[in-house]
């Protein structure tokens, strides 16, 4: 926990998304971002996460409505696509803004 | 982990992934056989109906069927599956419009060849040549498919060596130093490609490829 005078010296940092910060989440936001849907095994690829672990990320995306996941089968096994919502591009968008502003504020 | 991302690099990153397979090199390289084939055919005297019913087929069908075949079964169960927004799509729209244009070309200059004759010997040589490494670069730029550049390199550099050795050398192996040896290299190196992609991606099991 942050000392309240931190706070004060960054006033920005309350507004930074702390479901994102999560350097766990923030891969797969990101990487989510630049596309337009991928699967559980791509996105597993790309951030070096076991299944568990992402599984775990993904259901807190999940919750706060970042992410949308359709679970389905392919050739009768079961597959999972993860896509960005338009409240999570938004809400990612408005992260990048805040982390640029904490650190534009940062005293000389 | 690392939170330096650059969004760009990492979309292109996502992007180029999918080619890591080395598997449209090996089909480049089928293409390239096909023509070492038809070369071979006419130079022991197959009738151009017979040599045109077996190469074509080759060069047209089999490639496409290791690309989809290899993407299916080897590819995608050890990559996943991604799909890219409206900046690739808009890409790959622009560079399927280059290549019927650059066909067409071709085309109205075989057209005028046959007919008057125009752009025969060295001048229709070097405008295939350019017409080919003008479809390569287009597809090497647009798709940010790196190694398709020196693919169209060898594939260019065999139009000139083959109207060369056709008119000024009696070598019947001229096929196969024409278009064999870049045929060779381009698939080498998709086969190193393809050993390297399974290596670093080892085929997940049912329980470990999806969601619990």
Same mark, same amino acid.
């Given at each position: 926990? #942050?000392?309240?005078?931190?706070?004060?010296?960054? #006033?920005?940092? +309350?507004?930074?998304?702390?479901?994102?910060?999560?350097? *766990?989440?923030?891969?797969? /936001?990101?990487?989510?971002?630049?596309?337009?849907? $991928?699967?559980?095994? %791509?996105?597993?690829?790309?951030?070096?996460?076991?299944?568990?672990?992402?599984?775990?990320?993904?259901?807190?995306?999940?919750?706060?409505? %970042?992410?949308? =996941?359709?679970?389905?089968?392919? @050739?009768?096994?079961?597959?999972? /696509?993860?896509?960005?919502?338009?409240?999570?591009?938004?809400?990612?968008?408005e992260y990048s803004r805040s982390m640029k502003q904490v650190f534009n504020e940062l005293p000389s | 982990m690392?939170?330096?991302?650059?969004?760009?690099?990492?979309?292109?990153? $996502?992007?180029?992934?999918? !080619?890591?397979?080395?598997?449209?090199?090996?089909?480049?390289?089928?293409? /390239?056989?096909?023509?070492?084939?038809?070369?071979?055919?006419?130079?022991?005297?197959?009738?151009?109906?017979?040599?045109?019913?077996?190469?074509?087929?080759?060069? =047209?069908?089999?490639?496409?069927?290791?690309?989809?075949?290899?993407?299916?079964?080897?590819?995608?169960?050890?990559?996943?599956?991604?799909?890219?927004?409206?900046?690739?799509?808009?890409?790959?729209?622009? @560079?399927?419009?280059?290549?019927?244009?650059?066909?067409?070309?071709?085309? $109205?200059?075989?057209?005028?060849?046959?007919? %008057?004759?125009?752009?025969?010997?060295?001048?229709?040589?070097?405008?295939?040549?350019?017409?080919?490494?003008?479809?390569?670069?287009?597809? $090497?730029?647009?798709?940010?498919?790196?190694?398709? %550049?020196?693919?169209?390199?060898?594939?260019?550099?065999?139009?000139?060596? /083959? !109207?060369?050795?056709?008119?000024?050398?009696?070598?019947?192996?001229?096929?196969?130093?024409?278009? +064999?040896? #870049?045929? =060779?290299?381009?698939?080498?190196?998709?086969?190193? @490609?393809?050993?390297? !992609? =399974?290596?670093?991606?080892?085929?997940?099991?049912?329980?470990?490829?999806? *969601?619990?």
């Amino acid at each position: 926990m #942050p000392a309240r005078d931190d706070r004060e010296e960054l #006033p920005s940092m +309350g507004e930074v998304d702390r479901v994102i910060h999560e350097p *766990a989440r923030f891969a797969i /936001m990101a990487n989510l971002y630049v596309i337009e849907s $991928a699967d559980f095994l %791509y996105l597993m690829r790309q951030t070096g996460m076991t299944k568990g672990n992402l599984s775990s990320h993904m259901r807190k995306l999940e919750e706060a409505g %970042y992410i949308e =996941v359709v679970k389905d089968f392919v @050739m009768r096994k079961p597959h999972t /696509m993860l896509k960005l919502t338009k409240k999570g591009r938004t809400a990612f968008r408005e992260y990048s803004r805040s982390m640029k502003q904490v650190f534009n504020e940062l005293p000389s | 982990m690392t939170q330096n991302i650059d969004m760009k690099d990492l979309e292109k990153k $996502a992007w180029t992934s999918y !080619f890591q397979d080395g598997l449209l090199d090996i089909a480049m390289g089928m293409i /390239m056989l096909a023509a070492v084939l038809s070369s071979t055919l006419d130079a022991i005297g197959v009738s151009d109906e017979v040599r045109i019913a077996i190469y074509i087929p080759l060069m =047209v069908v089999v490639p496409p069927i290791i690309v989809i075949l290899g993407k299916r079964h080897i590819t995608i169960p050890r990559l996943g599956v991604a799909k890219f927004g409206p900046h690739r799509k808009a890409r790959n729209r622009i @560079m399927i419009a280059g290549l019927v244009s650059l066909q067409l070309i071709l085309l $109205a200059m075989l057209i005028l060849q046959g007919v %008057y004759g125009v752009g025969a010997g060295w001048l229709g040589s070097i405008i295939v040549t350019l017409n080919i490494l003008a479809a390569f670069c287009l597809i $090497a730029y647009l798709l940010d498919y790196r190694r398709m %550049y020196v693919i169209g390199i060898l594939f260019a550099m065999s139009e000139p060596v /083959m !109207f060369y050795l056709k008119n000024y050398s009696d070598t019947v192996y001229r096929g196969f130093i024409a278009y +064999g040896i #870049p045929a =060779v290299i381009v698939m080498v190196m998709g086969f190193i @490609m393809l050993q390297r !992609f =399974v290596q670093k991606y080892e085929k997940p099991t049912k329980e470990t490829s999806d *969601a619990s």
